[in-house]
Structure formats: C-alpha cells, structure tokens
C-alpha cells in the first residue's frame, strides 16, 4: 500500500502525518510526530515570526521530510494555517523551506482549514448520525465545521485561538478568577458576533486538534499520550470547567506536573481551556467527543482520494 506524508505547520505546533490507505479506503496512521515551533509568539504585537522560531520551523519541516522519505512515501503534502497567513514573513519562510526541502507550502484560508478538520475527525467516527458539529481550536484560530450524518455543511473560522487569546490576557502563568472571566468574555463577542450563521439543534460536538486532546489527557492521567485512549473519549462541560479552573492556579512550570501536558503546550493550554469551556457553555452542550484526528489527516485523506483531480468537499487537491 502507498504512503503519504501531512505536515501541518501551525501557530503553535509543527506536525507530521505518514499514513496510508487500507483495502477499505480508509486512512490508517503509521508515524505521528509533533514540535513546537511557537511562530505565533509575538506575532500580535511585531506582525512578524520570530527568526529563531522560524528557524525552529524550517529545522522541523526538513527533519520531517527525511522521516517521510524513509517511508518511501507517494507524495508529501504542507499546509500552513493562521501564523503563516497572518505574518508579514510568513511567505519568506515558506521561500526557505522550498529552496532547503524542496517542498511548496500551501498557505490554507480558514475555511479551508476547517473543512479539513472536519474530513480528518470524522474519518473514523461515521457512526455519529445526526447533525455533527467539529470545534477546531488552534493557536491562532478557531474553527467551525458542522454537517447531516458527517456530509459538510458549512464552516467558519474566527480570528483568535489559544495562543493569541493567551497573549492578550497574559494567561501563561497562574491568572485570577477575574482574569479568566474577562479573557472568556472576549471570545464570547467573537461567537456573538456570528450568531445568526451557527447552527443549532446538535447532536454531536467533536473537538479535536491539541487543546482538546490535552485537556482529555489531564482529566484521564494519561501520563504518555496514548490514542486508544483518547481518542473518542468523551469529557463533560464540568470536567472541561474543572480543569480550567486548577490551571488558572498554576504557574507554568506547575501545570508541567499535570499527566497529559507536553513541555510545550504549558503556557497555552488555559488559553485553550478557557475557549473550550465557554464554547460548550454557549452551545449548552453536557459533553464533547474528543477526535485525535484533525487537519493533517483531512489533508491527507483529500489528497489520496483525489489523485485523479476529483475534488473532495469542494477542496482543492495541492499540486
């Protein structure tokens, strides 16, 4: 069977996907790997990616590239998401890791981003009938994606994630109780301000992408991440509520001590938390399944099954 290679160059967090198709046309993972670059640290206030960071990227990207080739992949494809989009050197860093890997960054909208995310979450949860909503939280942005019986509807992204909400409200260390109810308000305007395009009467919601899958790791003490286990797993809006609440109170360092948090993702995951609890409270949703799935598979599974320039809920497939 051919292999594939997805690398999802975030605002926080540099990915890599190898998989492959199985008899059945499903998408079956056979490498993950995940590297924080941090492009989005100060992009608020410079409206540039720091060159360390880049560098960090572009050293991450071609250590990737070298891992795909030892599987021997068909294709490797690169997406670049909110950091890259929004920076004034976001195109120059996609001109280096073409001149030193050779492989074109394909820099995605929001929406393409979330209708990605939504293709790699459910594409091993078809038995959630309904009308499904998929929350994407990344560092620099958020995403929307609902549909009937996992067809796609429509999505929307907004401009903020856990990285900036993180940065705006100093959030990297412990917070008082105030401060998590102001940085909560502010992604509520966000939410009010789409209102009238959101959908309602859901059946599901699905979260996926690192804020969620972390918080999922925190509540189940998963000490070394393991998919089995978070993967479908559901949490509840209190056990969401709970733990945003222990990590107000610590410093980063501490929440370090916490099974399930990644050296890493410390100084964001409250920003992350702090979104997550507000978007279940909004929606008046008891619960959220958690997907390990997101984005790259997306990516990946639109690109396999679309070799003959068929397009795939309307996606363009890279060149």
Request: with cysteine; glycine share 10%; net charge negative.
């Amino acid at each position: 069977m051919p292999h594939y290679a997805c690398i999802d160059i975030g605002t926080n967090t540099v990915l890599l996907l190898v998989a492959r198709m199985d008899e059945t046309g499903e998408l079956k993972e056979v490498r993950q790997e995940q590297r924080f670059a941090r492009l989005g640290e100060g992009l608020r206030k410079t409206g540039k990616i720091k060159d360390a960071n880049a560098q960090k990227a572009l050293d991450f990207v071609d250590e990737y590239a070298t891992i795909a080739i030892e599987y021997d992949v068909e294709w490797i494809k690169i997406v670049g998401t909110a950091a890259l989009r929004e920076a004034e050197n976001g195109q120059e860093l996609c001109n280096r890791i073409l001149q030193r890997a050779g492989l074109k960054v394909n820099l995605i909208s929001g929406v393409e981003e979330a209708r990605y995310a939504y293709l790699g979450a459910l594409s091993n949860k078809t038995h959630l009938k309904g009308q499904n909503l998929v929350v994407d939280i990344g560092g620099g942005s958020t995403e929307f994606i609902w549909g009937e019986d996992g067809k796609f509807e429509e999505a929307i992204s907004l401009p903020i994630g856990s990285a900036k909400l993180t940065e705006k409200f100093g959030l990297q260390d412990a917070v008082t109780a105030e401060t998590v109810e102001e940085a909560g308000a502010h992604f509520r305007c966000f939410l009010d301000d789409i209102k009238q395009r959101l959908p309602s009467g859901i059946d599901h919601m699905i979260g996926t992408a690192g804020t969620f899958t972390t918080l999922a790791a925190v509540q189940f003490q998963v000490e070394k991440y393991k998919r089995d286990v978070i993967d479908g797993s559901k949490l509840t809006a209190a056990q969401v509520e709970a733990i945003l609440h222990r990590l107000a109170k610590l410093e980063a360092e501490d929440r370090l001590g916490l099974p399930g948090i990644d050296p890493g993702r410390e100084d964001v995951i409250l920003g992350g938390a702090v979104i997550a609890e507000e978007i279940l409270r909004w929606f008046g949703m008891d619960e959220i399944i958690i997907s390990d799935r997101g984005l790259r598979f997306g990516v990946a599974l639109a690109a396999a099954r679309g070799r003959n320039r068929r397009k795939l809920l309307g996606l363009t497939i890279f060149e």
